[in-house]
């Protein structure tokens, strides 16, 4: 069962102005229309990904995701979504090939289950990371090979009830600052320290003081569902907008309908509604 999402749909004409961060929540599972529109978007290689899962169900949200992780960009970009060509980094991080229409966004694309989150900014790298929160057997494993010495011992100091949603918080906010910087668990971002608070997310351990690894990145946690949570690691020390992609602006011809002259700059609504889901 997909559950709601908790965000409002952007605004018509809704443009990316200085170094704001823009989140993007929508569901994977569509129905066998909107899965063939998605197919017909997709470029060779990406068909040719998608029929490699052996679970339709795999293959499916893999359409789903990538479908509409091009209309979010072609819709941003006023172009087609079957238009956007696709680069990969050393680890496989997505970007766009080339500026369309000499305009460049970096973007970045999680999913859980249902739900597929993407973050955009139009100045710098970006990550994000989605989990469905649930107890998992393997949580005393997995902290004890990824998370450091003092993580782990802040980690088991807290109460037995709030561990769990300690726990995604540090795994979401390595994975999202990982993918930020387009490398793997076991580089030196893979390694980076965070501190806990049992009542705010996850959070770097003085970047400012440590240049030489860390750039200046900001880690925000938000609730784009019930039983999930998100972080993204970013630039802007501002709070995200949050959005739900909705299907009314998926049509073929939704870029055409795009006046420049009524771009909307949100004021706080987005922030409102991910303010709320922390």
């Known amino acids: 069962m ?14 990316l102005v200085n170094g704001d961060t823009h989140v993007f929540c929508a569901t994977l599972d569509q129905p066998l229309a909107r899965l063939e529109q998605f197919a017909e978007m997709l470029s060779a290689d990406e068909r040719a990904r998608a029929a490699r899962f052996v679970f339709k169900q795999d293959r499916t ?8 992780l091009r209309e979010i960009l072609g819709w941003l970009l006023h172009t087609r979504p079957a238009q956007l060509a696709f680069a990969y980094g050393d680890h496989g991080k997505p970007q766009l090939a080339a500026p369309v229409g000499g305009r460049f966004l970096y973007f ?20 994000i990371d989605i989990e469905h929160v649930r107890p998992i057997r393997e949580a005393e494993e997995i902290a004890t090979r990824f998370f450091s010495a003092s993580e782990n011992a802040e980690w088991h100091s807290l109460p037995a009830g709030r561990q769990m949603e300690a726990f995604y918080n540090l ?16 580089e030196p971002f893979g390694r980076a320290e ?5 009542e705010k997310p996850a959070r770097l351990l003085n970047p400012a003081n440590r240049a030489d690894r860390f750039p200046n990145f900001f880690l925000h946690s938000l609730i784009p ?14 709070m995200p907008y949050c959005w739900k992609w909705p299907a009314q602006l998926t049509s073929p011809t939704m870029h ?3 006046d420049s002259q009524q771009a909307l700059r949100p004021v706080h609504t987005g922030r409102k509604n991910c303010e709320q889901g922390r």
């Not at 997909?2 to 443009?15: A, K, S, V, W, Y």
């Open 256 to 258: 055409i309908a795009f």
């Open 108 to 127: 970045n694309l999680a999913h859980s289950d249902t739900i597929a989150v993407c973050a955009v900014s139009a100045q710098h790298e970006i990550g």
């Open 171 to 186: 795994w979401t906010g390595r994975e999202a600052l990982v993918k930020a910087v387009g490398s793997g668990l076991g």
């Open 225 to 238: 569902a019930s039983g999930y949570t998100v972080t993204t690691a970013t630039k802007s020390a501002e």
């Open 194 to 198: 965070m501190l806990l608070d049992s």
């Open 61 to 68: 949200r893999f359409l789903a995701g990538r479908g509409q």
């Open 2 to 15: 997909t559950p709601e999402i908790l965000f409002d749909p952007p605004p018509r004409g809704l443009e």
